[in-house]
């Protein structure tokens, strides 16, 4: 299977603690991006990379929190002391450069990373 | 404030009728369209998608309908089965990155 996979897939940390995500996109996709979900709410946009460049963040991307795309295939998002608020699933999706308003290429979505921080 | 809603957080239907799942959007310069369909514990997973100079595409049993002047579209699932059991996303494709509405729980029983 060749889709997004992401790692760990679950993680329990202590408040205050540092954890860090890995994300593995489709191996042709040049766009990487994060995303959040927490309960009852639809998945919400944290940031995103075209290759090595991160292009956009959102509000929602404290300075806690930190992406990297070192070599534009794998990310990572570290998050620093670690909240209450953060647990959360931390989806990461590929994509093609532009999403060409196709069926045929979209954004697609790994298995996520669900974060508890006790 | 959200720009993409589903205003019906569940839904049940008996199984082989219809789904009909509602979304709303507040920008109008929204021009294409996605629904992501969700297990517990899983990522969502691309379902069907509508670019806004279409009405109406189709995917087997699946269906979503655009009415851009209502700023509305709506996935239907015809006919209906427990597989389909799941959370269902609308989102708008905005600047590169998607914006999901809550989503709303289809529950289809036998």
């Known amino acids: 299977d060749t889709g997004v996979s992401q790692d760990p897939r679950h993680k329990i940390t202590k408040r205050g603690q540092n954890v860090t995500f890995r994300c593995d996109p489709i191996s042709e996709h040049n766009r990487l991006y994060w995303y959040r979900q927490t309960l009852g709410q639809g998945p919400e946009f944290l940031t995103y990379f075209q290759n090595e460049a991160q292009l956009e963040k959102s509000r929602l991307l404290s300075d806690r929190f930190s992406a990297e795309r070192p070599k534009g295939s794998f990310s990572t998002l570290e998050i620093q002391r670690t909240e209450q608020g953060d647990s959360a699933m931390y989806l990461c999706?590929?994509?093609?450069?532009?999403?060409?308003?196709?069926?045929?290429?979209?954004?697609?979505f790994g298995e996520g990373s669900w974060l508890t921080v006790v | 404030d959200q720009q993409v809603k589903q205003n019906s957080p569940s839904l049940s239907v008996q199984e082989g009728r219809i789904s009909i799942l509602n979304c709303d959007y507040t920008?109008?310069?929204?021009?294409?369209f996605l629904w992501y369909k969700k297990y517990p514990a899983e990522g969502p997973t691309f379902l069907i998608s509508i670019s806004s100079i279409k009405d109406k595409n189709e995917d087997g049993r699946f269906t979503v309908f655009l009415n851009k002047s209502a700023k509305h579209l709506s996935l239907h699932i015809v006919p209906s089965q427990p597989g389909d059991s799941a959370v269902y996303f609308c989102a708008a494709l905005s600047q590169g990155n998607l914006i999901f509405g809550k989503g709303t729980k289809l529950s289809v029983k036998p």
């Open positions: 920008n109008s310069m929204f021009d294409y």
């Open positions: 999706a590929s994509s093609l450069r532009q999403v060409v308003r196709t069926s045929g290429n979209t954004i697609y």
